[in-house]
């Protein structure tokens, strides 16, 4: 599809009060959209082919947005890249935003630079999208998604990371995420992570904590945390031990195929996925 697209969502959060998506056209013809409708965020779906043809290298004009100042949230996502000449710059002027997603176009070692108070980055590809060593360059880097991540998470350790989702990664080994110390909410999806599942509990403010796929993780048993609410889990390879989370609110075990002896369940679900989802 070639064609212009724009849709304009009004959402629950009182920090991000309107976003706009478009599409590459359709962000072309309307982003004066994003001022007119008092817009705190605007999203952009790239494509790399369209209609079967390869499209032109991404080189967004933002001259339409007056009110920089006032966006606290970007989304560059889809197949693309920016032009050899684009100047990365321009997003400078946007110095007050807190959230960006990244799909196909990277802002690599530049990434701290052009947004010095990000607290929620969703890397949708990181192969795409790596960065370098962070040190002390995302001061306020509270929650982080990634896909496909490999490497090492001492990238982040400066970071005062609160909220994790990593999917689809190749760590190896679970003492990596033990780096954050302050981790609050932990999801950890179709990754390829093994090791004691029980140094978790060395996490003093973990309140949400979900497993899916088949990891290669061992001592379940021994999972225990006086701080956890949350807690969603497939593959639970043991009786659930509901005495290990005194605090616990809202769970479900091994809900991913129907009559699974493990299988367990308590409190709200609803409330369940609302936690999740706020990474």
Known sequence: MTGPYVFIEEARSLAIRKTAYFNKAGFMAYSHLIDEHGCTGFSIEVEDVAENELQDYFSPDFSNIRKK??????????????????????????????KITTHGLSFRSRLPELFPKLETWLNLDWKTNKVEYLGNRCPDLKNLALHGFSGSLALFENSPIRKFFLISSTIKDIDDILRFKDLEVLQLVSSRITGDVSRLSELPKLRSLRFEGKDKLEGWDKLASRSLENFEASHYPCKFPRENFPKLENYVINAYRARDPFFEEGGDRDALCDQFAAV
């Open 69 to 98: 100042g006032d966006i606290v949230e970007i989304g560059i996502v889809g197949s693309g890249a920016f032009s050899e000449d684009f100047d990365l710059d321009v997003f400078k002027n946007f110095r007050n935003v807190k």
